[in-house]
């Protein structure tokens, strides 16, 4: 009984905690890029089937409305791709880099208001997605200049 409490009290000890901890969040990594890649893949067959649908399907004047929603897709794609890459780096250096988070949610909300219909929203929504876009780009400036300085 005492060789097993001497073994958690070793496990509790901070240095191999932390490995444990960090052997953990590695392990998690993993498993949400390998689930990112077949979000990825299944996104890239379903954009692929509706772009060949629409364009065969859609009437002559009409692919404007449709095309939107073909923009939404791509963007979606590369939301994704650009969530991969920031658990690709986490991966890499074990730290979550604040700038590709904050070009992930540039594009997040770049892919909103190109895919916005703004017959549908009121007025607030556009001043907040406008502000959201100011906010990011802001933070992306002050993340950018600190980087080139160091």
């Known amino acids: ?31 949400l890029s390998i689930a990112m ?7 890239i067959i379903d954009l692929s089937a509706n772009l060949i649908k629409q364009l065969f399907s859609t009437n002559y004047g009409e692919f404007n409305t449709v095309l939107f929603k073909i923009f939404g897709l791509f963007l979606n794609i590369l939301i994704a791709l650009e969530i991969l890459e920031n658990i690709t ?5 074990h730290v979550v880099q604040v700038e590709l988070v904050i070009v992930t949610s540039l594009i997040a909300i770049s892919r909103k208001i190109i895919i916005l219909d703004l017959n549908k929203v009121d007025g607030i929504d556009i001043i907040g ?7 990011l780009s802001i933070s992306y400036w002050i993340i950018r200049a600190s980087n080139t300085k160091n």
């Open 129 to 135: 997605l406008g502000t959201g876009v100011l906010a």
């Open 37 to 43: 890649v077949i979000v990825i893949a299944v996104a």
């Open 89 to 93: 780096a986490y991966l890499r250096k």
């Open 1 to 31: 009984m005492r060789k097993i409490i001497n073994g958690l009290n070793k496990i509790w000890q901070d240095g191999i905690f932390m490995q444990v901890i960090e052997k953990i969040e590695v392990f998690v990594s993993k498993i």
